[in-house]
């Protein structure tokens, strides 16, 4: 079975410090990760996801598949980036495709 | 704007009362989806449809039911509500019809609702 670990419950830093938000992932097939965004008194949201190998609001994610992780950076953390963020795993083939499978969540808070 | 709209957003309740979270999209989606979040467990899904006549069991799906009663609704019902049962419940769609590997293939983004914020005493 799939499964998503985020083993951080909470991460705070400073005002242009570097960010690392932790994910791995246990999954037998082919994965697709995603990050997903809960700002405060917004809706949860895509914020980026590993096909797109994009760089959103600074935030870049790359998918090691050796070591099943799926780590979410910035080199330089702002204040606006404090909100919860959930690493989530896409799995295929047969009915579960496209359903998602999300990790604990960590609150990252970024203080001036 | 095309949306995701859960109904209530706040609701108290004894243990034992039928309870029933309503969720309506407007985003033309085909695709539903009934979480729960929990502090420390994050989003677990309930259940899912890919279709009016589509309903999958999630991981959690124990005390609860769905009914997928058009296209754009999808509801969530706690036939005899527990004080376990308390948390924040997220609706959310995604559409199966884009795709970067083609028609039929899923990008994997779900939109979700505000969420409905449910307590049972």
């Known amino acids: 079975a799939q499964r998503v670990t985020q083993p951080e419950k909470l991460l705070s830093v400073f005002k242009g410090a570097p960010v690392e938000l932790k994910c791995n992932y246990s999954y037998s097939g082919s994965p697709e990760l995603f990050w997903y965004v809960q700002y405060s008194r917004q809706r949860l949201q895509l914020l980026l996801r590993?096909?797109s190998r994009e760089s959103i609001k600074g935030f870049t994610a790359d998918l090691n598949k050796g070591e099943t992780s799926f780590h979410l950076k910035k080199p330089f953390a702002q204040e606006e980036d404090s909100a919860m963020y959930y690493c989530a795993l896409r799995t295929g083939g047969g009915t579960s495709y496209g359903k998602l499978t999300f990790g604990q969540g960590t609150i990252l808070t970024v203080h001036p | 704007d095309a949306d995701v709209t859960q109904t209530p957003r706040n609701r108290i309740t004894k243990t034992g009362k039928r309870i029933m979270l309503e969720c309506s999209q407007t985003k033309g989606h085909d695709r539903m989806y009934w979480y729960r979040q929990d502090p420390g467990l994050g989003l677990r899904l309930i259940y899912y449809s890919f279709d009016v006549k589509d309903i999958n069991k999630g991981e959690i799906s124990d005390g609860y039911s769905v009914s997928r009663q058009a296209q754009a609704k999808f509801s969530l019902s706690l036939e005899s509500a527990i004080p376990n049962q308390t948390a924040l419940y997220f609706c959310?769609?995604?559409?199966?019809?884009?795709?970067?590997?083609?028609?039929?293939?899923?990008?994997?983004?779900?939109?979700f609702g505000e969420g409905s914020r449910l307590t049972v005493l």
């Open positions: 959310a769609t995604s559409d199966a019809r884009k795709g970067t590997s083609g028609p039929g293939t899923n990008t994997g983004e779900l939109f």
């Open positions: 590993h096909i």
